[in-house]
């Protein structure tokens, strides 16, 4: 058979080198991509491998291309590994960048961000593109790809004298064409397939500014339209996209830069108007040692940022816990000093006409624990201690304190309903919201008003309750007001912890939050109704029990303490209280034994020879801690009881919670406890015996 006449085959030949020439830019994009790229099988093996990996990592082709992936993963994060890749080949598409650290081949630990993409229903890839970017120094990555880019022109040269050899001939020329032509379809499906599955967006343009390539990825972070750039100008591209930056000037300002600066390379953060954070890299692109174009890399960092914020204050939001935590037992200790001294002066029977003055200062005191209390409840650092109680009684209690709170230009009124409304809630923490809610009703009635308190019961649907939830009885505290009222723009913020109307050092921003908080943790809901000069109503649905037969309804005032003769070690870093806590218990009939912190009363402890049958010790000492001291004591003392004082505990305490006292507390109660535990059968450890009534 003849040979073709040449005429016939220089078109062929034309369209092959045109062919060649964009398989050679597709691949410059892939070996200078500023990451490891990389082909994996459903099975974990390595496929193939950009020369990136090789830079970064040190191994060659050969040695990656063909093992196992997670061989590299560092042990503490191969399960993890293993379970994120099971579930990316179980999906098709993009999966949620990932950390990893991978060991290079001189066994170090390398840390990198991963994107894995599954292409395994692609007929041209059928595998996982993976994507990994290291994490280290990017500008040691940005230096190891200029220097590899400087060896690329050596295969080049290979491959076009490989060329030239099979084009000896048009019958080996035609054949081998058709082999090209083939590979070479194989070759830009999978360049086009990892490039739109990468997590970044790209774009590559060339030196005149006229658009080579982009990913589908950069398009859709862009927000440009669907019709293809390549080949543009990139001065309409920059048109699309200036409106959308904080500052455009700045933006356009490092193009103009790097492109006056060909082999230069950089990092930066974009800021858009609608939030976006980009960051945005470049690198120069060359083949053969000549620089035709410029790289450019996106990648949305967002929600990262958003994390970021997060974190921080979180953490300042823990911070605040911590610095709650750590003033409430020195405030506590001054708020009982204080209510201390004060009720000795109202039961000096020669003081009777400052007996109101010393009332009011009580009223004022226990307001100032309630700040503290708040503080700690709104930091979850307050032990919870709920009990099953009539809501009524507890607004009927509530009356005195809130009517010495209120100014006299605000009425109080208070309607409890006449049937008892039983709920298992913290009593201190009711009071607490209580307070809270008058305090801002005050607030929101300058010239006065009237300040309704109101308590009824109401039968919520399932639907209220969530859908399969089912209906419920709940009581209700209803707490209304004639004041200015809330803005609608101003509800929707006024639960946030922190955030106030009033003027500086006129309020917190915690009340509110902390009423959440409060009703949240006993089970119940909060509807708030407001009209501008027309008044706001709280309604604070709580769980009600259904039996009410424990609830000590209409229970008469709690007598005094009753007298004792039984010996009892006080153990209390705070002089004026340890000595006030002394002569309260000698009046009743108690022998009392000092110590000024823990170590002493281990030593006051093992001094004593008689019986010691009560130990009553603050937590919080220096030294050692009161509950670690009760421990020490009761090693030769097994079994005496304990009461821990504290202006502050967590839930650490060996023992159980019936045996804690929260200062600021008034002495009567401090009785009333002592003769409980002394008269109650002990357990081994010295706690109250479960069993006992």
Same mark, same amino acid.
């Given at each position: ?352 006409? =400052? /007996? ?6 009580? !009223? ?7 700040? *503290? +209390? %708040? &503080? ?106 004639? =004041? /200015? ?6 509800? !929707? ?7 106030? *109307? +009033? %003027? &500086? ?189």
């Amino acid at each position: 058979m003849a040979l073709p006449e040449k005429p016939h085959s220089e078109p062929n030949t034309i369209e092959g080198n045109s062919a060649q020439s964009l398989a050679h830019k597709y691949r410059s994009i892939i070996e200078n991509a500023p990451e490891i790229l990389a082909l994996i099988d459903v099975e974990g093996t390595i496929l193939c491998v950009n020369p990136h990996t090789e830079k970064v990592l040190g191994y060659t082709k050969s040695e990656v291309e063909g093992r196992c992936i997670f061989d590299f993963v560092h042990p503490d994060d191969k399960a993890r590994a293993v379970q994120e890749f099971s579930e990316t080949v179980q999906e098709e598409g993009e999966r949620i960048p990932t950390l990893l650290r991978i060991r290079d081949s001189s066994g170090a630990w390398i840390p990198f961000e991963i994107v894995a993409n599954n292409q395994s229903h692609d007929p041209a890839i059928q595998a996982v593109v993976f994507a990994a970017r290291d994490l280290r120094f990017r500008a040691e990555i940005e230096d190891v790809i200029l220097r590899d880019n400087a060896d690329f022109g050596k295969p080049v040269e290979d491959r076009t004298t490989e060329l030239a050899k099979i084009n000896a001939t048009l019958r080996i020329e035609n054949q081998a064409r058709c082999r090209a032509e083939k590979q070479l379809q194989n070759t830009i499906s999978v360049l086009n397939a990892t490039l739109d599955s990468t997590a970044d967006g790209i774009l590559v343009v060339s030196t005149e500014g006229r658009i080579l390539s982009c990913n589908r990825k950069f398009l859709e972070m862009w927000r440009i339209g669907c019709d293809s750039s390549v080949g543009k100008d990139d001065e309409k591209l920059l048109a699309q996209v200036m409106e959308q930056l904080k500052n455009p000037n700045d933006f356009l300002d490092k193009v103009r830069a790097l492109f006056a600066d060909r082999s230069a390379t950089s990092f930066d953060v974009l800021l858009f108007k609608d939030g976006r954070i980009f960051e945005r890299y470049s690198q120069p692109q060359d083949i053969d040692g000549k620089i035709i174009g410029r790289v450019w890399s996106f990648r949305d960092v967002t929600q990262a940022r958003q994390l970021e914020l997060e974190l921080r204050q979180s953490q300042k939001m823990e911070a605040l816990g911590r610095l709650a935590g750590g003033i409430a037992h020195d405030f506590n200790n001054l708020l009982m000093l204080i209510s201390g001294y004060v009720s000795q002066l109202t039961e000096n029977p020669s003081l009777a006409e =400052g /007996h109101a003055t010393c009332e009011q200062i009580l !009223a004022i005191t226990k307001r100032a624990a309630s700040v *503290t +209390k %708040q &503080l700690l409840t709104f930091s979850r650092k307050l032990p919870s201690e709920p009990t099953m109680a009539d809501l009524n009684a507890i607004v009927l209690d509530m009356e005195r304190i809130l009517r010495r709170l209120l100014s006299d230009q605000v009425q109080l009124q208070i309607a409890v309903s006449s049937d008892p409304h039983p709920v298992w809630v913290d009593v201190s923490q009711i009071e607490l919201m209580l307070i809270n809610l008058a305090i801002n009703a005050q607030d929101a009635m300058p010239e006065g008003g009237l300040l309704s308190i109101a308590t009824t019961s109401e039968l919520h649907s399932s639907e209220e309750n969530g859908p399969g939830g089912n209906s419920q009885l709940f009581a209700v505290l209803q707490v209304s007001d004639t =004041g /200015h009222g809330i803005a609608p723009e101003v509800q !929707a913020h006024i639960f946030e912890p922190f955030f106030t *109307t +009033k %003027q &500086l050092g006129k309020g917190t921003g915690l009340g509110l939050s902390t009423v959440l908080g409060i009703v949240e943790r006993a089970g119940g809901h909060i509807k708030v109704v407001s009209e501008l000069n027309r008044g706001t109503t709280f309604k604070i649905c709580l769980p009600q029990l259904r039996d009410a037969s424990a609830v000590p309804f209409g229970a008469p005032a709690e007598l005094p303490p009753s007298r004792g003769i039984e010996t009892i070690l006080l153990a209390e870093d705070e002089s004026g209280i340890r000595a006030m806590t002394r002569a309260y218990l000698e009046t009743l009939g108690y022998c009392v034994i000092e110590a000024a912190d823990g170590p002493e009363a281990i030593l006051r402890s093992s001094e004593y020879r008689g019986q010691i049958d009560l130990v009553l010790t603050d937590v919080l000492m220096p030294g050692i801690r009161g509950d670690a001291a009760v421990e020490e004591i009761r090693k030769e003392r097994p079994g005496i009881k304990a009461i821990f004082m504290s202006g502050y505990t967590n839930h650490d305490i060996a023992t159980t919670f019936d045996n804690i006292l929260h200062k600021p507390f008034e002495f009567p109660e401090l009785g009333r406890r002592v003769r409980i535990l002394l008269d109650a059968p002990a357990t081994s450890n010295g706690n109250l015996d479960p069993a006992a009534d």
